[in-house]
């Protein structure tokens, strides 16, 4: 027999036939088959993909397939998306299950606070829930997840600061809700249920205006913004009188630095165009804006336009229809009531009246009373959202108040400033190249933030020109004389006496402002002392800068003309000579020293608050009688081992601390213990454990510690509270050294760039500019070979000299 042929492997896969009934005579017969088609020359075999093209082309009908379901991706982004869901009225979520605890909190806290993204404190998290959860993924770039009833997303506590800035950068207005007992004082008071939560509160809210003057809570959050945050309020009334033609409506604009402390007001007749309110908006540069409804159309046009999505200034609306008929000016009368400030003492009376001379500015209620209608209403709309935030206190001091344009200063136009490029150059609108970058050398933020000022708002008053002139002359020439004195060492005696005498004047000044340089800002220090939000570690570097900087400017003795003779007076300059007493006043000393003194400035460093204050009977009578009681609860620990020395008959018996875990007793694997005695953890040879009054002695321990934590915070609160009484001179003196950094710059700038000083005519004589070999600040500085110009030559173009000429005059005031 021969070998079997092989099988085709296309065999198997062909169709078999079905199994044929067996016929009976009652089925029909068979139909006829159709004719046989002819064998195929070639076998095709389908893959997979072709079997499911082939099925797709097919005519016959299908079955409806399932729609595949979208990848994770998708339906998180479509979630994120889709639009706020209403509030539901019953605690039940949209599929119909009860909230969580937790989740009931949120929606409550969300209730109350409608317009807060809130972080809420959960463990060793913040977490996010709901829409504010999607806002954050999308601008945190975190992962949100659904969680239960509510979309979800979190961030570890440590990076808290950081991720609030990058909200508030971003326009939002970030609450912060954080746990309001712990679990001891929760199990001394009842504990509720079993799966009851902690309770919770709001502890803090932050927008862009005031996020600085509440930073001190938000330490290791990255570099904070040096540059000024004001909170502008706008109100406007349209006009028809007679005489006002050209002028549409008249605009009320308040301004707060909440951070500084500083209010600028002014009342203002405007056009179509709104080209004064567009030179306040460009002098301040607000990061919040509050629009007092109802508005006239071009202003709000102006002010969105100004807010535009790329700048994430917020705008929020707020009625004033309940201001009328005098309404604003009783809730900021009743302010004044609640606060009781209006009673200065004596020192702090002759700083403000000093000030207030300074700025021809009325101080308290009697300033408040002074202002036009349309600046209260603005002023009283301010003070009801900064409510909210716990910081209206600091417009009850009128010395913080300042016109926006004085007699004594230019009110420079929105088109002069861009022209001449102030702050911003014109080919990308950055600082780079303006005038402010090229003339600005202070050493701190405060002096730079004053400087901008100064810039746009020059002096139009000539005495006061020439009284800072002689300042910056003779800061100019004790540097010079500081480096003549060095490279000469064997000159006359008397000469060497002189150039020693003028050259403590520029050693110390640079000495003071390298020392504040490196520290904190302690002009947004003082204020958020003021506001009850600085840090333990940021008051004493605070309060210690300006002791400090006050101790070396005493060392510039400043006697009478009558008693030294003007040879020898080491300052000569009025305005120097008052700002270096105000800097270093001896009541603002003493009261820096004795604030100091109650601190410990090692648990200060260290955040401890539990030994932060040096507290006896006389001082902090609360915080002596909580260390007390812990140091009882401590004694009464202690005492126990006694009892089990004699009781195991072990003599060196003493607690053991393992991991954290403090009172515990060990002893042998094999020793025989009461059976109320709670293991807590064991090695190979020993048994650790904790007995019964141990337990209980160390949950009052615990006790004692959160109750005494609770007194340091209360007692901190109270001490920052009691610090309002100094505000006024701490602010007076920071207010003097940012001047003196003023004043420090442009002499440094003129002694870099061999600036001579200008002459002025006499009044009687016509006013006239003149200007020999001058030099355009910017272009000086940006182009190397620079040619100088007069005033009266006109080869470089008329718009070139103009513009000189302006720059220089400019600069000059």
């Known amino acids: 027999m021969g070998k079997p042929k092989q099988q085709v492997l296309s065999r198997f896969f062909s169709p078999k036939p079905r199994p044929s009934a067996p016929a009976t005579a009652d089925d029909p017969p068979p139909p006829p088959r159709p004719p046989a088609e002819p064998p195929v020359a070639a076998v095709v075999s389908f893959s997979p993909a072709k079997r499911a093209r082939a099925l797709s082309v097919s005519p016959k009908t299908t079955a409806k397939r399932a729609k595949p379901s979208p990848p994770p991706s998708d339906y998180v982004r479509r979630r994120l998306l889709e639009p706020p869901r209403p509030p539901l009225p019953a605690a039940l979520n949209p599929s119909g299950k009860g909230y969580t605890p937790l989740e009931q909190q949120v929606v409550d806290l969300k209730a109350r606070h409608p317009d807060v993204l809130l972080m809420v404190e959960v463990g060793y998290r913040f977490r996010f829930f709901g829409e504010d959860a999607a806002v954050a993924a999308s601008v945190l770039g975190i992962i949100a997840h659904p969680d239960h009833s509510f979309l979800t997303a979190s961030i570890p506590t440590f990076r808290l600061g950081f991720h609030v800035r990058r909200l508030v950068a971003a326009g939002h207005k970030v609450g912060v809700v954080r746990q309001t007992e712990t679990a001891a004082i929760k199990a001394a008071h009842g504990g509720g249920a079993a799966g009851t939560p902690f309770a919770r509160g709001l502890s803090a809210v932050y927008t862009r205006a005031t996020i600085e003057a509440a930073a001190g809570e938000l330490e290791g959050g990255g570099a904070p913004d040096e540059g000024s945050r004001y909170l502008v309020c706008v109100v406007d009334k349209e006009v028809d009188a007679m005489g006002t033609e050209g002028f549409e409506v008249k605009i009320g604009v308040v301004a707060i630095e909440v951070s500084t402390g500083e209010v600028v007001h002014g009342e203002f007749m405007d056009g179509v165009s709104r080209n004064g309110l567009e030179a306040v908006l460009l002098g301040l540069a607000p990061v919040e804006v509050i629009l007092g409804t109802p508005i006239s159309f071009a202003t709000e046009k102006l002010m969105v336009a100004y807010a535009g999505p790329t700048s994430n200034v917020r705008v929020e609306r707020t009625s004033r229809l309940c201001f009328s008929e005098g309404g604003a000016l009783a809730e900021l009368l009743s302010l004044f009531e609640k606060s009781g400030v209006d009673a ?229 300059s009025p305005l120097l000579r008052r700002l270096i007493n105000t800097a270093s006043s001896c009541t603002v000393l003493a009261n820096a020293a004795t604030l100091v003194s109650c601190l410990n400035k090692d648990a200060a460093d260290q955040g401890d608050m539990l030994n932060l204050f040096i507290a006896s009977v006389d001082q902090f009578p609360e915080v002596a009688e909580g260390h007390a009681t812990v140091e009882m609860a401590k004694q009464k620990l202690e005492l126990l081992i006694t009892e089990y020395r004699k009781q195991l008959g072990v003599r060196n018996l003493e607690f053991k601390t393992v991991a954290g875990t403090t009172h515990l007793i060990e002893l042998p694997v094999d020793r025989k213990v009461p059976s109320s005695w709670m293991k807590v953890n064991s090695t190979k040879k020993t048994i650790r454990y904790h007995t019964p009054e141990v337990s209980k002695n160390l949950e009052n321990l615990l006790l004692a510690k959160e109750k005494l934590a609770v007194i340091c915070r209360t007692t901190w609160n109270n001490f920052l509270m009691d610090f309002g009484r100094y505000y006024a001179q701490f602010q007076a003196t920071v207010k003097s050294l940012a001047t003196l950094d003023c004043l420090y710059s442009l002499a440094t700038l003129a002694k870099q760039n061999k600036y001579v000083r200008p002459n002025f005519v006499r009044e009687n004589e016509a006013s006239q500019i003149h200007i020999k070999d001058g030099r355009h600040p910017v272009a000086n500085m940006k182009i190397i070979f620079y040619c100088a110009t007069d005033t009266i030559s006109n080869t470089t173009g008329r718009s070139h000299t103009v513009m000189h000429t302006s720059c220089e005059a400019f600069s000059l005031c």
């Open 344 to 572: 200065p003492t004596v020192e702090n009376g002759r700083h403000l009246m000093e000030m207030n001379e300074e700025n021809n500015n009325p101080r308290g209620i009697e300033g408040i009373m002074a202002m036009p209608e349309l600046v209260i209403h603005a002023l009283a709309l301010s003070v009801r959202y900064l409510k909210g935030f716990g910081m209206d206190r600091i417009i009850c001091f009128g010395s913080s108040f300042q016109p926006f344009t004085a007699n004594t200063e230019m009110s420079l136009s929105a088109n002069t400033l861009q022209q001449l490029e102030v702050l911003k150059n014109h080919s990308d609108g950055s600082l780079d190249g303006s005038l402010f970058q090229t003339m600005n050398n202070t050493c701190t933020a405060f002096g730079s933030r004053l400087f901008r000022h100064w810039l746009t708002h020059p002096l139009c008053d000539r005495n006061q020109i020439c009284t800072r002139h002689d300042a910056v002359s003779e800061i100019s020439e004790s540097i010079g004389s500081q480096q003549y004195s060095t490279n000469n060492l064997q000159d006359e005696e008397d000469m060497s006496c002189s150039s020693s005498v003028r050259s403590d004047l520029s050693t110390i000044l640079s000495s003071v402002l390298r020392m504040l340089a490196g520290t904190l800002d302690i002009q947004r220090g003082i204020t958020r002392i003021f506001h009850c939000k600085a840090t333990a570690k940021e008051f004493v570097g605070v309060v210690q800068a300006i002791l400090t900087a006050g101790k070396q400017l005493q060392k510039l003795v400043l006697e009478d003309t009558d008693t030294m003779s003007s040879q020898h007076r080491t300052v000569h």
